[in-house]
């Protein structure tokens, strides 16, 4: 599975963003999907994830009611709907894909990664 992430760019506070991950391969479906942030000198966050079916959503805390994940199965394609946004949300986003039977939140459980798409939030 190759992941192609997309959608950052620059936005005021309290702004919106969607972010889209274009995944290749033919198990899809099969893959749950998570989202995860990097902001600089701190580790790697989980954001939200999403089953294959994509009617199973987790969320951070940070992020509940703000961030929405999503997934177009048909597309191959995860998307994370980012409204409210707040400064402390600048990081850069990476998409993941697990082969797990379980939904993971951590990391190290997600197999595929993509390449990371910078958020800037502006105050």
């Known amino acids: 599975v190759q992941l192609q992430a997309s959608g950052g760019g620059l936005v005021q506070a309290g702004g919106s963003l969607r972010l889209s991950c274009a995944a290749s391969g033919r198990t899809f479906s099969s893959n749950h999907m998570g989202w995860f942030r990097q902001a600089p000198g701190k580790e790697r966050e989980f954001i939200a994830t999403?089953?294959?079916?994509?009617?199973?959503?987790t969320y951070a805390d940070s992020v509940k009611g703000r961030f929405t994940i999503s997934r177009d199965n048909a597309k191959n394609t995860v998307y994370l709907q980012m409204n409210s946004l707040k400064p402390e949300d600048a990081a850069v986003y990476y998409c993941?894909?697990?082969?797990?039977?379980?939904?993971?939140?951590?990391?190290?459980?997600?197999?595929?990664w993509g390449q990371g798409t910078q958020v800037t939030v502006s105050s």
């Open positions: 993941a894909a697990a082969d797990t039977v379980y939904i993971p939140r951590l990391h190290g459980e997600y197999r595929y």
């Open positions: 999403i089953s294959g079916s994509g009617i199973a959503k």
